[in-house]
Structure formats: C-alpha cells, structure tokens
C-alpha cells in the first residue's frame, strides 16, 4: 500500500522558518521524481518544489527561489522542503508528491 504522510506544517510568523517531511512507503521511493505542491482554497495546485530521483536536479517556482529549499534522503524515503523568510503569501495547505500518489496535506499559516 503507497503511502506519502506530510507533516511539519503549522502557524509561524512572517519572516519565520519551517521544515516539512513527506515520509514514503509502498513503492521505489530512489526511483522517483518528487514535489511539494500548495493549494489555497479556490485556487488551483500549484508546483512549489521538485527534486530529481539522485537529488542532483531541483526545480523551484520563482515565488520562492531563494528562500525554500527541497532535499531528500532515499534511504530514509523521505522528501524534505526548508521554508525559510515566509511571508504572509505563503500561507497554503502542502502537498507532496510523487510516483502517482498525493500526501494528505499539511497547513502552513503565515501571520502575525
């Protein structure tokens, strides 16, 4: 049974950091392209993060260039996403993703 469980969301001040972690199992997890996505309520998901199956190819969307960071460690099955210098802006439900299976979904609030 695959199984991506997100965690690490919660209410931080603008300015402020956090660290999400996308656990896997079920499946090759090395094998696999992996992303972070967000999604605000009545808007579409968007692509926030992606990092190759080796981890030596990342793609970021350019609102948060700079300040996020996605990692991975394979032999952990896990995907990490740094978020550092949040903003109000960023406050979302976080998503990972990969192989064909969705993560449930972890609350950030950025404010004050």
């Known amino acids: 049974q695959v199984q991506l469980v997100d965690s690490g969301g919660g209410l931080v001040q603008p300015g402020g950091s956090l660290r999400l972690s996308c656990a896997a199992s079920g499946f090759i997890f090395s094998r696999y392209t992996m992303s972070w996505y967000r999604q605000a309520p009545g808007k579409e998901r968007e692509m926030v993060a992606s990092i190759s199956s080796a981890g030596d190819s990342r793609n970021y969307a350019d609102s948060v260039k700079g300040r996020f960071t996605i990692s991975r460690n394979n032999a952990r099955n896990t995907v990490y996403l740094e978020m550092n210098s949040l903003k109000p802006e960023d406050t979302d439900v976080y998503y990972c993703?990969?192989?064909?299976?969705w993560g449930q979904g972890t609350q950030v609030t950025v404010s004050s």
């Open positions: 993703y990969g192989f064909v299976y």
